[in-house]
């Protein structure tokens, strides 16, 4: 069984930055992983996805150019580092996990954690 936990949330103003953290716990580690988002009345968003095989990753395009997903398999860990934060990036951001990435990169998750607050203030 695989449990995703993030950590890395928080508040900040428009323009600054942070940078999220997801640990796989158990085995095997997903083929693919990613970060998705959903603000109050609104629809969950994709964010960005990464193929753990290599180095395959894929944005939505609302924050290409800011945001930036990476990995690190040893550690089993996936990071979001998400720069010029604006007010529409607030929402929860969940970490996610896909066997065998189908549909990539609209991958469909088979794990989820439980989410990581992200605010951001004008």
């Known amino acids: 069984q695989v449990q995703l936990v993030e950590s890395g949330g928080g508040s900040v103003q428009s323009g600054g930055s942070l940078r999220l953290s997801c640990i796989v716990y158990g085995y095997p580690y997903p083929d693919c992983m990613g970060w998705f988002r959903q603000a109050p009345g609104k629809e969950r968003e994709r964010v960005a996805v990464?193929?753990?095989?290599?180095?395959?990753?894929d944005y939505a395009d609302s924050v290409k150019g800011r945001f930036t997903i990476s990995q690190d398999t040893v550690k089993k860990t996936v990071y979001l580092q998400m720069n010029s934060l604006t007010p529409e990036d607030t929402a929860m951001y969940y970490c996610a996990g896909s066997w065998l990435c189908g549909g990539w990169p609209h991958v469909e998750p088979n794990y989820w954690g439980r989410g990581t607050q992200v605010t951001v203030s004008s």
């Open positions: 990464i193929q753990s095989s290599g180095s395959n990753s």
